[in-house]
């Protein structure tokens, strides 16, 4: 198995997600990032690894003319290549303003739209360690604070809510997305399986590895946008004073959010809560896939986790008594105190 | 009065720090920024606006034989001037190794000595914005986590213990600062009254306003320093994409200590809490100044706030019980919770 893979399942494994008995949506643009993610499920696929329902989904821009139109057909060669059911849609007129911004916001309605169609617990993107220092960067530079320092989550509610909520702290996906989406217990989760670990040459080498072409998007190398100035100005000079800026930026923004790290001291690991209001919220299978996703990033794993641990933690939120705990294999716990779930190392 | 005057003192009782019956040790090194601060002390204390004993300490660190000795025969003349205690030692043969570290632990180690020579409650300097903005990207950039991020403190206990246990998490005095030092609770303030408000341009300005000469390192030009190529490199590329990048830094740092201000949204200032374990490793007069240091920053002045409350909030850190809680004129109070002090506004 390709390392690439290998890391993936890892960190689909770490993040709680399912592997069975579920539909997931892929975004795919057709650049090395989301081209080597597709391609990494499609082969855990073959292999066992997991039974999941795979649903690549293409959003047309229509930026760059020809060039844009090329992408979507790149992308639909890829999906009948590999078999994958495939989704697309043309963004048509976008509305005046921030460029970036409305086509994000059109991209993400269009993803959640397919995800529900599809009945997909998750939209999976191919954002990278490089995407999550970039944020870092933009954030920091707007003086978002340390909201906006925490930069992207592994694992988020993708919803017209969270759209709003996250406004800031979620540099890729700011933007409000809109009245038009289904209330927050029926949206689809929001999961980054590479961003914790994936740099951009690794998903480039995978797919050279595979033997598999990318696109490469002209946009990239324009320096009227942000992020272009961040990557190609910034980020160079930044690696005279660290070789591993990228790497040491984005450990910076997985600290800010209280994930485990190797460079976590010990006591940050413990604290970690769910607010009980915000899982109120939700409920049925969104509810425990959020407490499996919040056991899987606090443990590093789902080793013995079973489903009556999720369903006792359940039980624990939709309790009026406070004070109450969980106790899970290994010896850690989940407590219920002041209106949060903690979780407690043992 | 000058502007840089009024906001001196008015940071000063925001601080909580004491203006009569206490002797404060300047650490001036003869620059624009620590010179400021001696002649605003100065002009405060003609002005009748505190009775502070004040003397200023210059140590001579050897490092550029004329021009420093030039330094110090520079503060010496100006605290004759303006009939200013003065104390100073020259550093003689520093330890081998990191230069700048080891200076730093020479002069600090020098001026707790002084300070406790006056028995005075606090070594004040004249750090300004752009130091904690250069800070920030000096921790930043050696990936040291948010503890790194949050900068220097307006106010910490400057000790042995402080010296070893902000390792990391407060750049200008990361260093270990000797076993030689008293223990805690003998140990007086670190005060940097021009942290939150102050440019560099500042405090150049007051000094030009004033008709008063300041000193220029030459060492501030040497790129060989990570903190000059900072200053000189990085943060003028940076103020490419945000022209306030020094403050937005600084208040980013801000932020990160918890500390109110007008970025912070309104819930933060309700996070800020007191670890009681902390606060029994002091006692007496050090116990009292740090309580009534936080009270300050929590509320942002120290209006009607009385010896009463502060007594108050000692018997609640020394008592056994926890819940208890006192009432602030104004109608915050502070509650005792769970091992923390916790502020909690009307």
């Not at 038009?180 to 399986?193: K, T």
């Not at 994930?259 to 006591?267: G, I, V």
């Not at 004070?323 to 209106?339: I, Q, S, T």
């Amino acid at each position: 198995m390709h390392k690439f893979v290998r890391n993936l399942i890892t960190e689909w494994r770490r993040l709680g997600l399912p592997t069975e008995n579920a539909a997931v949506v892929v975004g795919v643009s057709g650049g090395a990032d989301s081209v080597s993610l597709l391609l990494a499920l499609c082969d855990l696929k073959r292999r066992g690894k997991h039974d999941l329902r795979l649903v690549a989904a293409h959003f047309n821009h229509e930026l760059r003319g020809s060039e844009s139109d090329a992408d979507q057909e790149f992308v639909r060669e890829l999906t009948v290549t590999h078999k994958i059911e495939f989704a697309t849609e043309s963004a048509g007129k976008l509305p005046a303003g921030n460029v970036e911004q409305n086509a994000r916001q059109a991209r993400y309605g269009f993803l959640t739209r397919t995800a529900r169609n599809v009945e997909a617990v998750a939209v999976v993107t191919g954002h990278t360690v490089n995407d999550q220092a970039e944020t870092f960067l933009m954030n920091l530079l707007r003086g978002s604070g340390p909201a906006g320092l925490a930069g992207m989550k592994p694992v988020r509610v993708l919803s017209a809510e969270s759209g709003v909520r996250n406004s800031g702290s979620d540099g890729a996906e700011s933007s409000q997305e809109g009245q038009e989406l289904l209330p927050f217990a029926a949206s689809p989760l929001l999961v980054r399986p590479l961003l914790t670990w994936a740099k951009r040459i690794d998903t480039e080498g995978y797919c050279v590895d595979s033997g598999v072409e990318y696109r490469y998007d002209t946009m990239n190398e324009d320096t009227a946008y942000r992020r272009v100035r961040i990557r190609k100005i910034l980020l160079p000079l930044l690696e005279d004073f660290n070789p591993n800026i990228v790497e040491t930026l984005a450990q910076t923004a997985g600290l800010m959010q209280g994930l485990p790290s190797d460079n976590a001291p010990p006591d940050r690991r413990d604290e970690a809560e769910l607010a009980i209001k915000d899982l109120m919220e939700t409920g049925g299978s969104e509810l425990s896939n959020r407490i499996r996703c919040w056991l899987a990033s606090r443990r590093g794993n789902t080793r013995a986790l079973g489903l009556k641990h999720i369903q006792a933690i359940e039980r624990l939120v939709l309790s009026k008594r406070s004070g109450r705990e969980v106790e899970l294999p290994g010896g850690a716990k989940v407590v219920k105190k002041g209106g949060k779930l903690v979780f407690r190392q043992k």
